[in-house]
């Protein structure tokens, strides 16, 4: 069983800055797979960004590419998502998700989310 506590969410002025944390608790002899999503109201949720369990490989959606940038403490299995020159269009909950791990050198499928925390942008 994994849990997964997203943290740093709230409200900014465009341009503005914010730092979103993800701890990921259970199975902790596995480094995690660990992505963030979000989802706007009335749209669906969408793929933000996503970093390996070695922490070796990022992934970003096109929309946040070199604004956004996501690190992680193996140490913690905490998982950040530095997000700069927020938009409006940055408004949104956005949730942390786990999709597997390595665990002892051996790869495990697993899915599980977090509730979310929710980025509001003003512009």
């Known amino acids: 069983q994994v849990q997964l506590l997203e943290s740093g969410g709230g409200s900014v002025q465009a341009g503005g800055s914010l730092r979103l944390s993800c701890a990921a608790s259970?199975?902790?002899?596995?480094?995690?797979?660990l992505s963030w999503y979000r989802q706007a109201p009335g749209k669906e949720r969408e793929f933000v960004s996503s970093i390996s369990a070695a922490g070796t490989t990022t992934t970003y959606a096109d929309s946040v590419k070199g604004r956004f940038t996501i690190s992680r403490s193996n140490a913690e299995n905490t998982v950040y998502l530095e997000m700069g020159s927020l938009k409006p269009e940055d408004t949104a909950m956005y949730y942390c998700k786990s999709n597997g791990g390595v665990c002892r050198g051996t790869w495990s499928d697993w899915e599980y989310w977090g509730q979310g925390t929710r980025v509001t942008v003003d512009s």
């Open positions: 259970g199975n902790t002899h596995c480094r995690h797979l």
